[in-house]
């Protein structure tokens, strides 16, 4: 039987060391008996040959796994949501991750550093915006439709017990 494919989503790909990471993400899934696909794969080097990389990738994939965590601030990058709505619409399992259980209101709020205004029914930012409040940690379009888990390690179990 062929290993499942497992597209890595998240901005991972911008640390520093993430030639490094991806090797280690790599013989994690090994050691599960997945195959990773990585951003970084291939040689595209154009914003538009990369986004086809990627979104060939994630055809090719049996799954999606997300790093979810909050990037630059109190939501997941932006890429990565585009790859998991992306994958959700192919009809691929998409398990993310995220360290941390904090209400998407409460992450608002600590990165604000005051505590978010009532208004009736809705919480309102330091802008006057709603904060979409369900006790959720993420945006009730990701929460609901992608299995989340505490980090990477599970996310990948996940997969393989799906």
């Not at 490094?20 to 993400?25: D, F, K, L, Q, S």
């Not at 192919?90 to 904090?102: D, F, M």
């Not at 209400?103 to 978010?116: F, M, N, T």
């Amino acid at each position: 039987m062929a290993a499942l494919k497992v597209y890595i989503a998240g901005p991972d790909v911008f640390r520093t060391d993430a030639l490094a990471w991806a090797a280690e993400v790599r013989r994690r899934c090994l050691a599960l008996g997945l195959e990773a696909l990585i951003p970084l794969d291939g040689d595209a080097s154009t914003p538009a040959g990369i986004y086809a990389n990627n979104i060939d990738m994630i055809r090719a994939a049996d799954a999606v796994v997300a790093n979810l965590k909050p990037f630059r601030g109190a939501e997941p990058d932006s890429g990565t949501c585009f790859e998991v709505g992306f994958a959700l619409a192919l009809g691929k399992p998409v398990v993310g991750y995220l360290h941390s259980a904090e209400s998407l209101c409460e992450r608002v709020a600590r990165l604000q550093g005051s505590p978010l205004v009532a208004d009736g029914e809705c919480v309102l930012d330091a802008e006057g915006w709603r904060v979409e409040n369900f006790d959720l940690p993420l945006n009730l379009m990701l929460a609901v439709p992608v299995k989340l888990v505490a980090d990477l390690e599970q996310a990948l179990l996940a997969v393989v017990h799906e």
